[in-house]
């Protein structure tokens, strides 16, 4: 005679007609932690310090900074832009409620690493509220997972940390402006601006 739990499973397979039953994925296997921009920072540098300092891929005027972001939506995972000798990049760390898994699309299920936690290097889609962003799972022991989407590839050409997120956010400054009479001659004045040109001519010839 089975065992009434036995003969409880058994029921539930006849009745549900399956044959396999499909463990769902485990909310253990992910590392998210709470963003820590510090814990990312030391993470980088620990990673430029193993690299060699004649790679001629790198540029170390930049080094490595970290700035946080201001969330578009206070549901959005939290981001900061990292600069690096090797690329520009935004960081998101999934900081749902504990336990959540990270609001991900992937087709294939996701590998595992020797430890049971979710594979780095792997590529998904994050979602926000507004759009969906291609990136990749990052895992250092300082971090835990968090997802990295690369906004620069190459970092060669600039000796600022400014420069080069201006360049990756495509953010370009304006060039100065000279306010002179001769400048102001050659631009096309509206109406209002006529009174005020108007205005600077009778104030010269009062002098």
């Not at 397979?13 to 909310?27: E, G, K, R, W």
């Not at 969906?132 to 906004?151: A, N, S």
């Not at 400014?162 to 001659?185: F, Y």
Request: one cysteine or more; glycine letters at 6%; proline letters at 10%.
């Amino acid at each position: 005679m089975l065992p009434l739990q036995a003969l409880w499973t058994e029921l539930f397979l006849v009745q549900t007609n399956m044959t396999d039953v499909v463990t769902p994925p485990q909310t253990s296997q992910w590392d998210c932690r709470w963003p820590d921009p510090v814990a990312l920072k030391v993470a980088n540098d620990r990673l430029l310090a193993s690299l060699s300092p004649d790679d001629p891929s790198l540029n170390r005027t930049l080094g490595v900074t970290v700035r946080m972001e201001p969330p578009d939506h206070p549901n959005d995972p939290v981001s900061a832009l990292l600069v690096s000798p090797w690329a520009v990049e935004r960081v998101f760390w999934h900081h749902g409620q504990p336990g959540s898994p990270p609001p991900i699309i992937h087709v294939a299920e996701l590998e595992l690493d020797a430890h049971g936690r979710v594979a780095a290097g792997q590529g998904v889609i994050l979602e926000t509220q507004e759009r969906t962003v291609p990136v990749v799972i990052g895992w250092e022991p300082e971090t835990g997972h968090h997802f990295v989407h690369t906004l620069l590839h190459r970092v060669h050409d600039f000796d600022t940390v400014d420069a080069a997120i201006n360049e990756a956010l495509g953010v370009h400054p304006l060039a100065p402006t000279h306010r002179s009479l001769s400048g102001h001659m050659q631009k096309k004045i509206s109406r209002r601006g006529l009174f005020g040109l108007s205005s600077l001519f009778k104030n010269r010839t009062d002098d």
